[in-house]
């Protein structure tokens, strides 16, 4: 596999004002705040943390969907890098055909006054990749692709319900072809019996189209059904990546630790043990010292954890983290012997 | 037997009226509670779980009507059932059970305070509505209620604005509130849906150990089975206004007697299945709409094991396949 998309110490600062009248010193949010990491080629990498850690920014500010303060986004496309976070404002327009976004609610992100099919074609309209026959063929393509049913092309959006809806955005997302997708919370606001149909449709569309996808989420489960690798975030910063496996059964940082914990078991039987921490997420114009982590953290004890801020490193093959006890510690991950038990209702159903 | 209940809910239906004419929402639920334990009741969105649990108190707004059934309500003191179903929704009557005996928990911990008053001052009304305590002595409580929630700080957490809080400390305060008289039965529906893990895990800790402490009963709504599996003893599952399965938490996770709930087991990403990288078996279809509810068993055109003629031919109803697991499906009705 060959590395398609490398993030180099990309910050997002967000003016806040000064910090008082009379200060020149002027205050930002850092909502990312120099985070690094590679994405492979065909590969899914999620990004979970707590609401606000900066996901979202994240995902946005690599697709300069907002202007990032820093930082460089290498994608590389065929023979050549190219620097996204340089681009003029018409260079980008011609790299956003190959990296697209996929929002969380599929109420909001669709114009209600433009047609299904109206929808889907208009990157290709304004692009000027397709126009008549060759432009409808494209569009029916993609929606049977995508699971569409093809007669309700000309329908408008509120005729279709949440997981429709969710099709026709990624049915968008894919006209044109792009080789990286940002899927922002794609199932959180669907119904359960839902989420599986829309999880499975990306699982097979990225098998298809050789798609990268770049998956945030908050759902825990979810993020481990659809990465390969996931990325922990908080308070703008990575804590820790690794293989699905390695963070969600042997994780190196304390808070993956609690995040992990957290999970609600698949068997009743077994008892949850959760990791609680201390205190409450900081606020992030103000963020703690040192290892931002520390006031929470259950294994601070030194003075470096309040004065240095942690370096992400690999401690080992492709388990990367950012805590200065990362050698030292030995820490739970999520509940291993969670077996799906085989319903014995199954045949009958 | 005496007194083994605390609610028993009898076919209640609740129906929707959209301009002269009324759609069932709700199409005959059965329901009944054992005094101190806890209820999880479990659906996706639209399958009228909170409109369930709001008709409980009576919350219903204008256009919901209950048309049929009974809510019978024993208290704690086991004397006479009260029909809270005819009680008047704005009358004394239930004005007195709702926060004193029986108090609820609402999703949206940002929308479920008033941002003009003080956390301690929205809390200790309900105190003096209920209980007969002098000022002082309503913010003492106040203030202990709030300490044994876990947050840092009360005295002084008590005259802030709800402002001040994050979403997990006013979800706290909310279970706060909702303890203040020791309500025999607390209605949580989705507290947990709007928070992170780790504050869900800490919320739902809580819940268990205020349950234990105060004996209180809860009926727990989400959508999610693995949050109602780690809280609930005994699992209700709804689907398009009906209750089709309803048994012990252990059951209903092990052995799943209904299609829907089979299905659903299936359909959640689980760490297990990780483990196995088995794929997810989506349920088919989606939820049909309200004014297109499918004949007989709402849920025979998702159904993998639909029978013609008999599915889509009248409702099944609910009944035992073994001790205290119920089912409501001709599968298992011959």
């Not at chain 1, 401690?315 to 050698?327: D, K, M, N, P, R």
């Not at chain 1, 799906?340 to 159903?349: I, L, M, Q, R, T």
Request: aromatic share 6%; with cysteine.
């Amino acid at each position: 596999m060959s590395t398609l998309i490398e993030v180099q110490d990309l910050k997002m600062y967000f003016p806040l004002g000064r910090a008082n009248l009379f200060s020149r010193h002027k205050v930002f949010l850092r909502a990312v705040d120099g985070v690094s990491f590679k994405l492979q080629k065909g590969e899914t990498l999620g990004l979970v943390g707590e609401s606000g850690s900066g996901k979202t920014t994240l995902g946005r500010a690599i697709l300069r969907l907002i202007e990032p303060t820093g930082g460089r986004i290498l994608f590389k496309n065929g023979n050549g890098v190219t620097d996204f976070a340089t681009l003029n404002r018409s260079q980008l327009r011609r790299q956003w055909r190959h990296m697209q976004m996929i929002f969380q609610d599929p109420y909001a992100s669709l114009n209600p006054r433009m047609t299904v099919k109206e929808i889907i074609g208009e990157s290709l309209v304004a692009n000027r990749l397709a126009s008549g026959g060759q432009m409808d063929e494209r569009i029916l393509d993609i929606a049977r692709l995508c699971g569409l049913n093809i007669r309700q092309l000309s329908r408008y959006p509120h005729a279709f319900s949440g997981g429709q809806r969710q099709r026709i955005a990624i049915a968008r997302a894919l006209v044109m072809h792009p080789q990286f997708i940002v899927c922002d919370e794609p199932v959180s606001a669907l119904d359960v019996s839902i989420q599986a149909q829309i999880l499975n449709l990306l699982k097979d569309l990225q098998q298809e189209l050789d798609l990268t996808y770049l998956f945030i989420a908050h759902d825990l489960s979810a993020v481990a059904y659809a990465c390969d690798r996931v990325a922990v975030m908080y308070l703008g910063r990575l804590v820790e990546m690794a293989t699905t496996k390695a963070l969600y059964y042997t994780p190196r940082h304390p808070y993956t630790e609690a995040l992990m914990s957290a999970i609600p078991p698949d068997d009743p039987e077994l008892p949850m043990q959760p990791v609680f921490l201390e205190g409450e997420q900081p606020n992030p114009a103000h963020p703690p010292s040192g290892c931002t982590f520390h006031p929470r953290c259950r294994y601070a004890d030194t003075e470096r954890c309040v004065t240095e801020v942690p370096r992400f490193r690999e401690v080992s093959t492709g388990h990367l983290i950012s805590c200065h006890h990362a050698e030292s510690l030995t820490l739970t991950g999520a509940l291993e012997h969670q077996i799906p038990v085989e319903p014995e209702g199954a045949e009958n159903a | 037997m005496t007194q083994r209940y605390l609610l028993r809910v009898k076919n209640l239906k609740i129906a929707l009226r959209v301009d002269k004419n009324f759609i069932p929402i709700v199409g005959g639920v059965d329901l009944s509670l054992e005094s101190g334990k806890v209820l999880g009741l479990v659906g996706e969105s639209g399958c009228g779980k909170s409109v369930t649990a709001l008709s409980l108190l009576r919350l219903l707004s204008k256009e919901l009507k209950i048309e049929d059934g009974k809510i019978l309500f024993y208290g704690q003191n086991g004397d006479d059932a009260v029909d809270i179903a005819r009680l008047k929704p704005k009358g004394k009557d239930i004005q007195k059970i709702r926060g004193g005996t029986i108090s609820m928990i609402f999703q949206e911990p940002m929308s479920s305070f008033s941002p003009l008053h003080t956390i301690g001052y929205q809390i200790k009304e309900v105190i003096q509505l209920h209980l007969n305590v002098s000022k002082e002595k309503a913010r003492e409580m106040t203030i202990e209620l709030l300490e044994r929630v876990g947050i840092g700080d009360a005295t002084h957490a008590v005259d802030r604005y709800p402002g001040a809080f994050s979403g997990g400390m006013r979800q706290r305060a909310m279970i706060a509130k909702a303890l203040s008289c020791t309500p025999s039965l607390l209605i949580a529906d989705e507290p947990t849906t709007a928070l992170d893990v780790t504050i869900q895990a800490q919320i739902l800790k809580l819940m268990r150990d205020m349950q234990q402490e105060f004996g209180t009963s809860i009926i727990f709504i989400s959508h999610d089975l693995g949050v109602v599996g780690q809280v609930a003893d005994e699992v209700a599952i709804m689907y398009m206004g009906y209750i089709v399965e309803q048994g012990p938490t252990k059951e209903i996770f092990k052995i799943p007697k209904h299609p829907y709930t089979v299905n659903l087991l299936a359909a959640i990403p689980r760490l297990g299945n990780l483990q196995a990288r088995k794929r997810l078996e989506p349920i088919k279809g989606t939820v049909p709409g309200l004014f297109s509810r499918p004949s007989g068993c709402a849920f025979h055109p998702r159904c993998n094991s639909f029978m013609s003629g008999i599915c889509d031919g009248a409702f099944p109803e609910l009944k035992e396949v073994s001790e205290n697991h119920c089912v409501a499906c001709y599968l298992y009705t011959q």
